[in-house]
């Protein structure tokens, strides 16, 4: 009697795992091509209507072998249109395909390129929103010096979908470590964050960012043109050509002594810890004895207003967040939902240096960062032993009139998540051009084809205004100017 080895070969090919329908098919085609062995027999012994036995064995080992390297094929293709190809325009494998910066899961959004390639692998390595969003902000803090870093004073907004809850971050209030110099306040704000929402492991967040610090980084068009316009005496020699001219766009820097000190506050047990070794580096820089306290940072429940289309959450004194608030209940009391015209802007009014970054969740969670040095390339004093710059954002500064991150979750009549973050960077007055910004997204209808946010949002006046939503199971992301940032997403 001939082997059966049709059946325990095709059992094998299992692993490829078809579509149930595929998989009949192909024992369909199986039957009909390969004849039954217990079948009737001539009078030689052969089976009737059918070759001898051992062509019987090699026609049906080819036919198996053709059936498996189809299979292979098809599971091969099917890899590759998984939706795990982070390309904007790649459509997922459910067939349908979406307009650039929405996606199944999850998304961020930032001012550069290589830190929201960074934050999307966070993402795929089974981080949050919170660990894309802090690893993003530490990678900021190497590759934009002149608008961020670890000299920087931080606020965020986060929102919990999972609770229902919206947390403030604040870096405490401003403190000096020397005269003109505001005391560093990012690593613990950060960590701090991290610590009671992240998911990953805190090293693994500081991963990429040292690697750029230590290896080196590509100079980008925004950060050549904030050298072009700057004084660079106290950049120099790292922001600097060898000459003293500033370095221009594609030049590629390295900031090793910044990459040292990240590497120390990855093995830092507690967010107090992390800041440590930077202020005693800088403290010997300065001849100072060291200051005698560090930065606070808090994390405390989120200022809150109903409004008949939902709640607005934002951050507390002294960022421009009650101002916004204010704002945003008289206009709403007043003529309701409108989007009117840009309100005019004091002509003096200088912008304030100031980044932005964004993350959000098919789910409806959202965390919204702002950072700043108060001005461009802050005080202009880069720190020989850490390579970080300080801010000159001291006690009379206006410490928090940039900073006024908005979440928005609205009210739905069934089950479905309806949330938008609106956080706006580079301008005199934040609270106003947020609050056209969110009256003009209450005033547009939402019918089923106008999903999320809007797709081209408008903003008042000058900087950049980033807007991140989840809606029908989407997450969405989208900025003013609309080649101001970079967006990835899975």
Known sequence: MEPEAGPVLYQKLRVWEPSLESEEEEEEILEQLIPDASG??????NKAGRLPGAWAQLVAALLLLA????????QLCSRGASPG???????????????????????IISPAAECSRLGRELFVAGGNIVDAGVGAALCLAVVHP???????????????????????????????????LGLPAALPALRMLHTHFGRLPWPHLLVGPISLAQKGF?????????????????LCPLLCHANGTPLGPGTRVANTKLAAVLHKASLAPTPDLSGDALLRL???DLGLEGPSVGPRPTLEPALHLPVPQGILFTTPSPS???????????????????????????????????????????????????SS??????????????????SNLVAESAAGAWACPLIFRGISDDTEVDVLGLVASGTPAAARVMTHALLSHLARPQTPDQQGPTESPRACGQGTLLQVAAHTEHAHVSSVPSGCCHFQGF
Do not use: I, K, M
């Open 40 to 45: 009737p027999q001539d009078s030689s012994g």
């Open 67 to 74: 059936v498996g390297f189809s299979l292979a094929v098809r």
């Open 85 to 107: 190809a982070l390309g904007a325009g790649a459509p997922p494998a459910s067939g349908h395909s979406h307009r650039p910066g929405v996606y199944h899961h999850g998304a």
């Open 146 to 180: 002149h608008a961020t870093g670890l000299g920087a004073t931080y606020w965020g907004l986060f929102h919990n979908s999972s609770s229902g809850n919206s947390t403030a971050l604040t870096s405490g209030p401003v403190q000096t470590l020397a005269p003109g």
């Open 218 to 234: 590509v100079v980008d068009t925004a950060l050549a043109s904030a050298l072009a316009a700057q004084d660079t005496q106290g």
């Open 282 to 284: 800088l403290a010997e």
């Open 320 to 370: 421009a967040g009650p101002e916004l608030l204010e704002l945003l209940e008289a206009s709403l009391q007043s003529t309701g939902p409108s989007p009117a015209p840009c309100p005019a802007f004091p002509q003096a009014a200088a912008a304030p240096g100031s980044s932005v970054l964004a993350t959000v969740d098919s789910s409806g969670s959202v965390l919204l960062l702002t």
């Open 373 to 390: 040095l108060n001005s461009s390339f802050g005080s202009g004093h880069l720190s020989p032993s850490t390579g970080v710059l300080l």
